[in-house]
């Protein structure tokens, strides 16, 4: 069983930044894609970012590609998403997602684990 732990969220001014963070239990972690979700009140839950099990291969939803940057450390456990120049529109509560693959996935349902959330809101 893995268990994700996201922070970092907050309130922020349209322009700013912020990184998020998640932490990893468990002994898999390094053998796992991890990936980056995010879902907006009253919509489904969209994919931001993935990345693989070394950390050599990573994409985006074009919605982000070039202000969000996702990356791993892997004696930490930890997976982050810097954000930068954020955007009213990129308000959401944000997960953070483990998958048993090594290989990054898009998809919501290829993912094994989640964690609880942590909430960005972006004013303008």
Partial sequence: QVQLVESGGGSVQAGGSLRLSCAASGSTFSRSAMGW???ASGKERE?????NWSGGTTYYADSVKG???????????TV?????NLKPEDTAVYYCGSR?????S?????Y???????AVTVSS
């Fill in 37 to 39: 979700f995010r879902q």
């Fill in 47 to 51: 994919f931001v970012a993935t990345i």
């Fill in 67 to 77: 202000r969000f940057t996702i990356s791993r450390d892997n004696a930490k456990n």
């Fill in 80 to 84: 982050y998403l810097q954000m930068n």
């Fill in 100 to 104: 048993r693959s090594r290989l990054t």
């Fill in 106 to 110: 898009i998809g919501v349902p290829e």
């Fill in 112 to 118: 094994d684990y989640w964690g609880q959330g942590t």
